[in-house]
């Protein structure tokens, strides 16, 4: 009886956060192109730099809104997502004549996997091992998904152009 009363509070428990409304899509992408922003701007960029990847904070995150719609799996989502920022960061500089890394690292922040990272360190530090090595393992394997996104875009440019980008 006791175990099936605390079952019960989970279930209520579980119905009231889902019913916690989530941001709507204009502060998602308003969220995307401020975060953008300030990150390129924080790691060295010009206003131009700055200007860039807040276009495309905004984009990746209306990709994302799309994606969350749509069902797209969170792999490939993260991957897509890393190579679409990276391609309007190298043509958004490109077209204003500044660097694209200050935008491109600017942007992917917004990917980070910050909690599940700070999370990891925290079930580490209370002793539970098993649950901080699987957010560990989480966090490594977004990052990996960045860096795949980006690499192919940034590789695919360098073959093209016959130049790296800087």
Avoid: W
Avoid at 76 to 91: D, E, Q, W
Avoid at 153 to 158: E, G, K, Q, T, W
Wanted: hydrophobic share 50%; proline share 2%; with cysteine.
């Amino acid at each position: 009886p006791e175990m099936s009363r605390g079952l019960g509070d989970v279930y209520k428990r579980q119905v009231q956060a889902q019913s916690i409304p989530f941001p709507k899509g204009r502060v998602q992408l308003l969220a995307g192109l401020s975060g953008a922003f300030c990150f390129a701007l924080i790691f060295g960029g010009t206003l131009q730099s700055a200007l860039v990847a807040a276009v495309a904070g905004c984009a990746a995150n209306a990709y994302l809104l799309f994606c969350g719609r749509h069902g797209v799996g969170g792999g490939f989502r993260t991957i897509s997502t890393a190579a679409l920022i990276t391609l309007c960061c190298i043509l958004g500089c490109s077209l204003l004549g500044t660097e694209a890394s200050h935008a491109i690292i600017g942007t992917l922040m917004i990917l980070t996997p910050g909690i599940a990272f700070t999370m990891g360190i925290r079930d580490f530090v209370h002793g539970d091992y098993l649950s901080g090595t699987i957010r560990m393992i989480d966090a490594l394997l977004i990052a990996a998904s960045i860096a795949i996104g980006t690499g192919l875009v940034l590789s695919l440019y360098a073959f093209l152009k016959g130049v790296a980008v800087v």
